[in-house]
């Protein structure tokens, strides 16, 4: 079992940065692959993001690719999205999951995060 807390969400005007941060706490954490996800008010959730188990490797979505950045420290259980240039249209509440594989897909997803809500308005 794991469970995730998303942290680092607020306001920002557009062409800021924010980090996001996914603290996990239970058993495992480096077995599993961590993805971000969002939603924004009356559409679907979006993988926008996700990183293999020891962070080797990432896939961004094509929206956010070259301003988003995933990492993570396996020894501090946290994983980290890192979003620069802003834009409107990145508002939305950001999950992130855990998944026995690397997946864009929230269906390959096991463990889900509260979410954290993500405005970017001036």
């Known amino acids: 079992q794991l469970q995730l807390v998303e942290s680092g969400g607020g306001l920002v005007q557009p062409g800021g940065s924010l980090r996001l941060s996914c603290s996990a706490s239970?058993?495992?954490?480096?077995?599993?692959?961590i993805g971000w996800f969002r939603q924004a008010p009356g559409k679907g959730r979006e993988g926008i993001s996700c990183?293999?188990?020891?962070?080797?490797?990432?896939k961004y979505a094509d929206s956010v690719r070259d301003r988003f950045t995933i990492s993570r420290d396996n020894s501090k259980n946290t994983v980290w999205l890192q979003m620069n240039s802003l834009k409107p249209e990145d508002t939305a509440v950001y999950y992130c999951a855990a998944a026995g594989i690397v997946s864009m897909r929230k269906e390959q997803y096991d463990y889900w995060g509260q979410g954290t809500q993500v405005t970017v308005s001036s």
């Open positions: 990183i293999t188990t020891t962070g080797d490797s990432a």
């Open positions: 239970g058993f495992g954490f480096d077995n599993y692959a």
